[in-house]
């Protein structure tokens, strides 16, 4: 079992930065990918980036490469999301998910191979 909370949400003018995090608890995240998704109003939850137990492999989507960077922190149990110029198409709810299974660089593409998510918190991009 995983929980997940994140954290560092808010608001931010186009071209700032905002850095989120997610902290776990439970025996299982240091060996559990981990993922960031986003869902902003009206439309499906979409993947973001995703980084592999170790931290060694990470995976961005294409409209956050070059600006985001995933990183992770097994002693501490944390995932963080720095995000840098941001626009307003970054305005959503954004999630951290765990999945144990360890799945591809391709799979953890997929909020399928997630077994368990934070709540969410709300970024905001606007002048």
């Known amino acids: 079992q995983v929980q997940l909370v994140e954290s560092g949400g808010g608001l931010v003018q186009p071209g700032g930065s905002l850095r989120l995090s997610c902290t776990a608890s439970?025996?299982?995240?240091?060996?559990?990918?981990m993922g960031w998704f986003r869902q902003a109003p009206g439309k499906e939850r979409e993947f973001v980036a995703a980084?592999?137990?170790?931290?060694?492999?990470?995976v961005y989507a294409d409209s956050v490469k070059g600006r985001f960077t995933i990183s992770r922190d097994n002693a501490k149990n944390t995932v963080n999301l720095q995000m840098n110029s941001l626009n307003l198409e970054d305005t959503a709810v954004y999630y951290c998910?765990?999945?144990?299974?360890?799945?591809?660089?391709?799979?953890?593409?997929?909020?399928?191979?997630?077994?368990?998510w934070g709540q969410g918190t709300q970024v905001t991009v606007s002048s």
């Open positions: 439970g025996r299982t995240f240091s060996s559990s990918a």
């Open positions: 998910a765990a999945a144990p299974n360890k799945p591809s660089p391709q799979m953890a593409r997929n909020f399928g191979a997630y077994d368990y």
């Open positions: 980084i592999s137990w170790s931290g060694g492999i990470t």
